[in-house]
């Protein structure tokens, strides 16, 4: 005890002490400040006539179980000595709606209700807003900090499409930070699942889920939940942009790129549906990168 109370001189806490009466007697005489008694334990020696120490702040004097759960609670007295602490900072708490004005500026969707941002024909996009995400199994989920995504995990989901290509990476990486969904986070995740199917069509599953903003602590977590379907077949000259393309997984690789480009630009200006030509022109000029 006497150890303890050296140690501690100097780094502003004060040295308190759970036991027996006894005990916690004898660490009083030594300079201890606050003592817990475990004065429940009656059959203890230490317990067995001692006094109560004057400067005891807590008594464990009863136990009992709590109802119908089987936890067994113990029951403490508190004699006001030990304060614990002296004041409570105020946290921010931020709400749902204030949120994500933050995250997404020109959202015009109902938070719970499923909605489509764009359907051009070989590509679909749905969404939701929601404070109840469930992620898809096997989805990959990737840490956001300070309005950036982990970069060694994104690289691991990147490189498992087959995007082993450190420029398109980035090039992914750069589009997921510059977004508002993932900017504007502070603390959060993002979740991602590719699927593919045999036909030529791929679904990307995307969630962006905020902890805390700039502004503060959510006090329910948000998510956006997006989830893109292509069928490449469909998309207006694929037989010739397919052929610059030496690789199925490069496929792959791309679609992913075609998803954040495309979200980015929806997002950005989200009445502004005539996005396939601007797709197009980034498709076809994005290939030749891969050849």
């Known amino acids: 005890m006497k150890s303890v109370l050296a140690a501690v001189a100097d780094s502003g806490y004060e040295v308190g002490v759970y036991g027996t009466r006894n005990v916690c007697l004898h660490a009083k005489e030594l300079g201890v400040k606050y003592s817990f008694v475990a004065n429940m334990s009656y059959g203890w020696s230490g317990n067995l006539g001692f006094k109560m120490p004057s400067n005891w702040s807590f008594d464990q004097f009863t136990e009992y179980t709590a109802g119908s759960t ?73 840490t956001i900090k300070n309005g950036k995504v982990d970069e060694a995990s994104m690289n691991g989901f990147l490189n498992s499409l087959g ?70 077949p469909d998309f207006p000259s694929w037989g010739t942009a397919a ?22 630009l929806a997002v950005s200006s989200p009445a502004d549906f005539g996005v396939a030509a601007a797709v197009v022109a980034l498709f076809v000029s994005l290939a030749k990168d891969f050849t």
């Not at 610059?244 to 998803?259: C, D, N, Q, S």
């Open 163 to 232: 995007a082993s290509n450190n420029v398109v990476n980035d090039l992914i990486i750069d589009k997921f930070n510059t977004l508002s969904f993932t900017s504007e986070i502070k603390n959060g995740q993002l979740s991602v699942k590719s699927t593919t199917v045999s036909d030529g069509s791929y679904t990307f599953e995307v969630a962006w889920t905020a902890f805390e903003t700039d502004e503060g602590v959510l006090n329910e977590a948000l998510t956006i939940a997006l989830e893109i379907k292509i069928n490449l």
């Open 243 to 264: 052929e610059t393309l030496k690789e199925v997984a490069e496929v792959v690789a791309f679609a992913a790129i075609i998803v954040v480009i495309i979200v980015f």
């Open 70 to 142: 089987g936890i067994d609670i113990d029951q403490d007295a508190a004699s006001g000595k030990d304060k614990g602490v002296s004041k409570f900072d105020k946290v921010t708490d931020v709400s749902v709606k204030a949120a994500l004005k933050s995250l997404w500026p020109n959202c015009e969707y109902d938070q719970e209700v499923e909605f489509t941002m764009f359907d051009i024909g070989w590509m679909k996009c749905t969404g939701k807003v929601t404070t109840s995400f469930k992620k898809a199994d096997g989805s990959t989920v990737i």
